[in-house]
């Protein structure tokens, strides 16, 4: 056992992250409402372009995304809490509960302010002048808010569906005229900023490894802790320990932290942005880059001959921690040595450091009192090289001889720190530098030590100018612009954007290209695209891979099961015969073709729902819910949640819902970590339903037939499932008899209803017998059945 002395670290943390995307979606959302202001004709213009041509947009595109997008846009919300609390994750979704109540109340607020007493320009940019539209959507600012505040981000399966859903919904809003352009972009940065507000606000997780993590990462890297002790942090934030070893040695150890890896970077990017620095590092580093970065650099001093600790190991602290081993060497930090002891042997002690760096084209980059120590001989010793690059450009290694003369001469004085470098690099070395002597180009604590020595850097350029009287400095322009511009550049850029706006607007020609197949043609190649969606969906669920025309086969070979066997006992014994002669393990097969026959039953009656729904209405309604039934929507989300948190309870849903984790779910579940897989098998599922459609409602016409594809759909989904219980081979007598029924029903007459039905019949299940046999005995000669 280990002791570890160390503060106790806090259960949340307030992640500086959340607080810079909060910051950067408020500037963005300031950025859309000022520029939809000034280019205020042009967004009209594309306002009315664009609702001209969603009124052109087909009546069944219109009502499949009204009903998917309303409906979605609140049931994946709902299935990823449920998901979360079953994984003992409902603290997340409270959080992302409280953000969408949030968000509920600052649109609300919002909005009313905005109709009542709000800005008339804004207004207008958000409403179009419409009385009944909302500025901005409750609904989706609440979702918004919720899947920003659950980190639905880090899940690349839930994040493309969501934003599938929210796409649709915006969509239908804004064909049924329920929502303008810039609301709906308001609208989702609105959500976004209150949901990293209430991350922020209420903090995170911990999820840094304790001291403990630490000394068992350090036992994986051969050494062998016998006490740690944090001590205090190292100028980048990061938490450093003291760990004493069993053979009486001591490691410095640096823990770099995921969530502080975007600390300070604001100022990176202002630096960035403001001056030429001909670095290769990025703003924004992730922990594995920054880790590869500091060690890299550690080596190449180490190789260098400098004076450093030596690095003696790294290593991942599991998913959201790094750790940097340093041999201990006691040392005092220059910045504590007092002015007078800093004699000229220890300055060119200094330099020679330098001297050894700069041969090795090393940039330091951050050679201040901090990171250079002297040690129990008063040897010198470089820290901190974390911020350092190898292979630097001239312009580095030039500003850290900058850097370094001009925090020496605040030390020492000008003459003194000009001297003691000269005698070691030369004046040669120190005259590329002189152009450097800018206070824009030292750190920031350099920089506010100036403030009491405004005519230092003068002075030091004096200095190398009386050693090398007859250099000829060439100016470094190391500003791109000085903050002063920054109102001219931002100025500039909207006016140039209002100028080329302003020009006009082309509008492309309106091409209507509509293919005229005879209806008998479509319904044959409808009743064709069903056997490869057949093998689409079956690929889907089958995580090993399958040849895409084997498989296909395997489908038409099904066809000639039928005549024998039901239609979906047929089915399914051929594919699994097929799935394991290609070498899966039986019960993996069975529960592969189990887990497509599910899914594929779920999607049955959900199209059935829909186009039942779709044929009930005459027009697209909006699926959008009123602000009350929202509001009841997330109570009965809170209480849910609170139900579900109760252990007892939630051992009764556990134990009924276990039984559905054996077989066909695992298999579902090794599907789910393929986001190809995914998209295989659900677009083969919709595919092969709608092919089916297609033909029948192909058949219809192709007899004169006039019926809404919804209602022809209806009857296919319904008729085929009836037909599917009933136990003759294929269902033969039963899928006919329920289809003319439905299609009468509908309101075809009875002589085309069933010219219909047999013309459908003989497209997908009599005409697929002679390919169905050639493909069942490929596959047996073959071996593949």
């Not at 350090?218 to 938490?239: F, T």
């Not at 350029?461 to 903050?483: G, Y």
Request: proline share 5%; charged share 20%.
């Amino acid at each position: 056992m280990v002791l570890v002395v160390e503060p106790l670290l806090p259960q949340r943390l307030r992640r500086p992250s959340d607080a810079l995307r909060f910051l950067a979606t408020l500037l963005g959302l300031i950025a859309v409402v000022l520029l939809a202001l000034v280019a205020k004709q042009t967004l009209n213009g594309l306002e009315a372009d664009v609702e001209e041509g969603a009124k052109r947009a087909p009546d069944l595109l219109i009502t499949v995304s009204t009903f998917l997008g309303g409906a979605l846009v609140l049931a994946i919300p709902v299935a990823f809490a449920v998901e979360r609390v079953l994984h003992r994750d409902g603290l997340r979704v409270a959080e992302g509960l409280i953000a969408a109540i949030m968000g509920m109340v600052v649109s609300f607020f919002l909005s009313e302010w905005l109709i009542s007493t709000g800005p008339e320009d804004i207004r207008q940019l958000l409403t179009g002048g419409r009385h009944d539209v909302e500025p901005v959507s409750a609904l989706l600012t609440s979702v918004i808010a919720y899947v920003t505040a659950v980190r639905i981000s880090r899940r690349p399966t839930w994040r493309a569906v969501m934003w599938t859903a929210v796409a649709l919904n915006i969509f239908a809003l804004y064909t049924g005229t329920s929502i303008t352009l810039p609301g709906a972009v308001v609208t989702i940065l609105l959500g976004m900023a209150v949901g990293y507000a209430t991350l922020y606000s209420v903090g995170s997780p911990n999820t840094r490894p304790p001291g403990s993590a630490v000394v068992a990462a350090l036992r994986r890297l051969g050494q062998s802790p016998v006490k740690a002790r944090r001590i205090e942090d190292d100028a980048q934030g990061s938490r450093r320990y003291a760990v004493g070893l069993a053979d009486g040695h001591r490691l410095d150890v640096t823990v770099l932290d995921r969530d502080r890896q975007v600390a300070g970077l604001l100022y990176r990017l202002w630096r960035r942005l403001r001056l030429h620095t001909e670095t290769r590092r990025r703003a924004i580093r992730s922990l594995r880059a920054e880790l590869e970065r500091e060690a890299l650099m550690a080596y190449a001093a180490q190789a260098a001959g400098v004076s450093t600790p030596s690095l003696i190991g790294t290593s991942e602290i599991g998913t959201d921690a790094a750790l940097l081993a340093y041999e201990h060497i006691p040392t005092t930090a220059l910045e504590d040595v007092p002015d007078e002891e800093i004699d000229d042997e220890l300055l060119s002690r200094i330099w020679r450091q330098i001297q050894l760096l700069q041969a090795k084209r090393l940039a330091h980059r951050r050679l201040t009192g901090d990171s250079i120590h002297l040690d129990a001989s008063r040897q010198v010793v470089l820290m901190d090289a974390r911020s350092g690059e190898i292979a630097a450009g001239d312009l580095l290694l030039r500003l850290d001889l900058a850097q370094l003369l001009t925090y020496l001469a605040l030390r020492v004085g000008a003459e003194r720190s000009v001297r003691a470098a000269a005698e070691v690099l030369g004046p040669n070395a120190l005259a590329a530098a002189l152009p450097l002597l800018q206070r824009i180009a030292l750190t920031r604590e350099t920089r506010s030590a100036l403030a009491k020595h405004k005519d230092l850097l003068s002075a030091i350029r004096d200095q190398i100018v009386r050693l090398e009287p007859e250099v000829e400095v060439e100016e470094v322009q190391l500003e791109r612009f000085r903050p002063s511009a920054l109102f001219a550049i931002i100025g500039g850029a909207l006016a140039a954007y209002f100028l080329l706006t302003g020009l006009g607007r082309v509008n492309p020609a309106d091409i209507v290209a509509k293919a005229h197949w005879g209806w008998t043609g479509a319904a044959l190649a409808a009743a064709a695209t069903t056997y490869l969606a057949a093998a689409l969906m079956l690929m889907g669920f089958v995580p090993e891979k399958l040849p895409l025309g084997r498989t296909v086969l395997a489908q038409f070979a099904g066809s000639f099961v039928k005549l024998v066997a039901p239609a979906v006992v047929g089915g399914v014994a051929i594919n699994t015969r097929f799935l394991q002669k290609r070498g899966i393990p039986p019960g993996q097969a069975v529960a592969s073709v189990g887990a497509s026959q599910l899914i594929g039953l779920v999607f049955h009656v959900l199209l059935l729902l829909f186009f039942a729904y779709v044929t009930g209405s005459s027009t697209a309604p909006s699926f959008t819910p009123s602000r009350g039934l929202l509001v009841a929507l997330l109570g009965l989300a809170l209480l849910v949640l609170a139900v579900l948190g109760i252990a007892p309870i939630r051992r009764i849903v556990v134990k009924r819902t276990r039984s559905l984790f054996s077989g066909v779910v695992p298999r579902l579940l090794d599907v789910l970590q393929s986001p190809r897989k995914i998209l295989q098998a659900s677009s083969g599922t919709l595919l092969l339903t709608l092919a089916f459609v297609a033909c029948l409602d192909a058949s219809v016409r192709a007899f004169g037939g006039e019926l809404n594809y919804a209602a022809v759909a209806v009857v296919f989904l319904a008729g085929n499932a009836i037909g599917s219980a009933a136990p003759t081979p294929g269902g033969l007598g039963a899928v006919e008899a329920s289809l003319i029924l439905g299609l009468t029903l509908s309101g075809l007459p009875s002589e085309v209803a069933t010219s219909a039905v047999l013309l459908f019949r003989l497209l997908t299940f009599w005409l697929p017998v002679l390919p169905g046999w050639a493909a069942f005995t490929y596959l047996q000669r073959h071996e593949a059945l």
